[in-house]
């Protein structure tokens, strides 16, 4: 046999649908069953889907094979996988994080974990100096998004990963919205990369998923044992559609990404904007960062529109192609306004801190013609 393909491009493709044994599919079956035969007592190579599942396994694998990472674990949703996480932690533990992170994650550690006896501290993490003071003697974890939602600020993996090696922490980064094409944590010796798959992996809008990836075999049985005690684990059916969605993954990102250099470009030159926020501009601040640790900047282009409440209001709903909608990274263009809808669970004083402005729209950027969704802003910015 020849050897196997090196290029992520060609291994989306090929990881996870070599014909089949037994009856030569292409494609891995959907095993649609909760419980499995043993041959005797105890011995089995599949005992109960909770546990494990062929479908979910080959999902598993291809996630692996996309992050560089030993082992792969898939969840019930995003949530379901920080929630796995997190239950790492014990009461007494206090967590570093940033101040701009997913808007679910915050009202996740506020509402629930809070309530663990489990504390955190929500900070700018760009400078090493203000990661490392926010450090405490209990300190367990940090936790980071980067690029971050909705402000698209990165945060230096390098450092984050040498802070929590010299304290003893685990890092662990939401890579959803660089997803793997563009960015694999764990090679930059991140300790957990954890991902909401309903985005960009998936990327149809039609499966609600999470996934953790990491080197570590300890880590690995601790959050997998943890998975089989609690239950958040995945229907078949959505597995196969995930896996179904990773085919085309390589060449959504690609388009993903042209799409959305090409309009923040437009929106950076349009009388109307304020300011563009995408990491792939020479002028954000976090450009050189970007070129460091990543491969590509993504989709995801937030823009503040020289505007008020209603004026964005209006913009929101004057477009056509774009539709206005929470979540991202599906084949079809998204836009919202994180103030009333991702962020709304933020305190108005945090999002004003933060620079969660009520101008600020989120653009997910889909895989259409790039002049067909710059001609849809510009009707819509002309609302205004
Ligand atoms: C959507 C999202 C999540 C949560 O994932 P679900 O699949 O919706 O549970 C977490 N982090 C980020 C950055 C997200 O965009």
């Given at each position: 046999?020849s050897?196997?393909p090196k290029?992520?491009?060609?291994?989306?493709?090929?990881?996870g649908?070599?014909?089949q044994p037994?009856?030569?599919s292409?494609?891995?079956?959907?095993?649609?069953?909760?419980?499995?035969a043993?041959?005797?007592?105890?011995?089995?190579?599949?005992?109960?889907?909770?546990t494990?599942?062929p479908?979910?396994?080959?999902l598993?694998?291809?996630?692996?094979?996309?992050?560089n990472?030993?082992?792969?674990?898939?969840?019930?949703s995003g949530?379901?996988?920080?929630?796995?996480?997190?239950?790492?932690?014990?009461?007494?533990d206090?967590?570093?994080?940033?101040?701009?992170?997913?808007?679910?994650?915050?009202r996740y550690?506020?509402?629930?974990?809070?309530?663990?006896?489990?504390?955190?501290?929500?900070?700018?993490?760009?400078?090493?100096?203000?990661?490392?003071?926010?450090?405490?003697?209990?300190t367990?974890?940090?936790?980071f998004e980067s690029?971050?939602?909705?402000?698209?600020?990165?945060?230096?993996m390098e450092?984050?990963?040498?802070?929590?090696?010299?304290?003893?922490?685990?890092?662990?980064?939401d890579?959803?919205?660089?997803t793997?094409?563009f960015?694999?944590?764990?090679?930059?010796?991140?300790?957990?990369?954890m991902?909401?798959?309903?985005?960009?992996?998936?990327?149809h809008?039609?499966?609600?998923?999470?996934?953790?990836?990491?080197?570590?075999?300890?880590?690995?049985?601790?959050?997998?044992s943890?998975?089989?005690a609690i239950?958040?684990?995945?229907?078949?059916?959505?597995?196969?559609?995930?896996q179904?969605g990773?085919k085309?993954f390589?060449v959504?990102?690609?388009?993903?990404?042209?799409?959305?250099?090409?309009?923040?470009?437009y929106?950076?030159?349009?009388?109307?904007v304020?300011?563009?926020?995408?990491?792939?501009l020479?002028e954000?601040p976090?450009?050189?960062?970007?070129?460091?640790?990543?491969?590509?900047?993504?989709?995801?282009?937030s823009?503040?529109a020289?505007?008020?409440?209603?004026g964005?209001?209006?913009?929101?709903?004057?477009?056509?192609?774009?539709?206005?909608?929470?979540?991202?990274?599906g084949?079809?263009s998204?836009?919202?306004?994180?103030?009333?809808?991702t962020?709304f669970?933020m305190?108005?004083?945090?999002?004003?801190?933060?620079?969660?402005?009520?101008?600020?729209?989120?653009?997910?950027v889909?895989?259409?013609?790039?002049?067909?969704?710059i001609?849809?802003?510009?009707?819509?910015l002309?609302?205004i």
């Open positions: 046999m050897k196997k290029s992520t491009d060609t291994l989306v493709v090929y990881t649908t070599r014909p037994g009856h030569g292409v494609i891995p079956p959907i095993v649609q069953a909760s419980t499995f043993h041959s005797e007592p105890g011995v089995y190579e599949y005992d109960y889907t909770r494990d599942n479908t979910r396994s080959s598993q694998a291809t996630l692996a094979m996309l992050e990472a030993k082992h792969g674990l898939v969840y019930s949530m379901a996988a920080v929630d796995s996480i997190m239950n790492l932690l014990e009461a007494g206090h967590i570093v994080t940033g101040d701009d992170i997913y808007g679910g994650t915050y550690l506020t509402d629930v974990v809070a309530r663990r006896g489990i504390t955190f501290s929500f900070i700018n993490m760009y400078d090493e100096a203000d990661v490392a003071a926010a450090i405490k003697p209990n367990k974890m940090i936790w690029p971050t939602n909705p402000l698209l600020n990165l945060v230096d450092m984050i990963a040498r802070l929590s090696k010299k304290h003893n922490l685990l890092s662990v980064i890579n959803t919205f660089a793997p094409y960015q694999k944590p764990l090679d930059y010796g991140i300790d957990i990369t991902h909401s798959l309903t985005k960009y992996v998936n990327g809008s039609d499966v609600i998923m999470g996934g953790i990836m990491v080197n570590d075999d300890d880590l690995h049985e601790q959050l997998k943890l998975q089989n239950g958040p684990t995945p229907s078949p059916f959505d597995c196969f559609l995930a179904r990773i085309t390589a959504r990102m690609k388009q993903h990404e042209v799409g959305a250099m090409k309009i923040a470009k929106l950076q030159n349009h009388p109307k304020e300011e563009v926020m995408y990491p792939g020479p954000h976090h450009h050189d960062l970007a070129l460091k640790q990543m491969t590509g900047f993504g989709g995801m282009v823009f503040k020289k505007t008020d409440l209603d964005t209001v209006r913009l929101l709903q004057a477009t056509d192609i774009f539709i206005l909608a929470v979540s991202l990274g084949v079809e998204l836009i919202e306004q994180p103030a009333t809808m962020h669970e305190p108005p004083e945090v999002r004003a801190e933060v620079g969660i402005t009520d101008n600020l729209v989120r653009l997910s889909g895989i259409e013609d790039p002049d067909d969704l001609a849809d802003l510009e009707y819509a002309d609302q």
